[in-house]
Nanobody
C-alpha cells in the first residue's frame, strides 16, 4: 500500500511557473513508476508525465513537452512536476499516481492515486 499526497498547486498567471510535489509513504517508493495526471472540468483525465523507478526513463504528453519537467528523489520519497510557461489550458486538478507493474504503456495501470491539487492559470 502506498499513500500519496500532492501539494504545490495554486493560482498563477499565464506564462508563470509552479512546482508540484507528491510525497509518498508506505511501501518502497523506489519500486514504483510515478506519474502525473490531470483532469480539467468537464474533461476526461489525461496523462501528463511519468518517470521510471530509477529516473532514467521519462515520458511526457505532447502538450507539455519543453514546458514541464518531472523528477524524483527516492531518498525523500517525493516526485516533482516543475511547470513553466503555464497556459490557461493547463488549468486542472493534478494527480500523482504510483504504478507497481513493470512494462506496459507509461500512462496505464496505475495502482495508487493521490487526492489531487488544483492548478489554475489565469489569462
Amino acid at each position: 500500500q502506498v499513500q500519496l499526497v500532492e501539494s504545490g498547486g495554486g493560482l498563477v498567471q499565464a506564462g508563470g511557473s509552479l512546482r508540484l510535489y507528491c510525497a509518498a509513504s508506505g511501501r518502497a517508493f523506489s519500486s514504483y513508476t510515478m506519474g502525473w495526471f490531470r483532469q480539467a472540468p468537464g474533461k476526461e483525465r489525461e496523462s501528463v508525465a511519468a518517470i521510471s523507478r530509477s529516473g532514467n526513463l521519462i515520458y511526457y504528453t505532447d502538450s507539455v513537452k519543453g514546458r514541464f519537467t518531472i523528477s524524483r528523489d527516492n531518498a525523500k520519497n517525493t516526485v516533482y512536476l516543475q511547470m513553466n510557461s503555464l497556459k490557461p489550458e493547463d488549468t486542472a486538478v493534478y494527480y500523482c499516481a504510483a504504478k507497481g507493474r513493470i512494462g506496459g504503456r507509461w500512462y496505464e495501470d496505475y495502482d495508487y492515486w493521490g487526492q489531487g491539487t488544483q492548478v489554475t492559470v489565469s489569462s
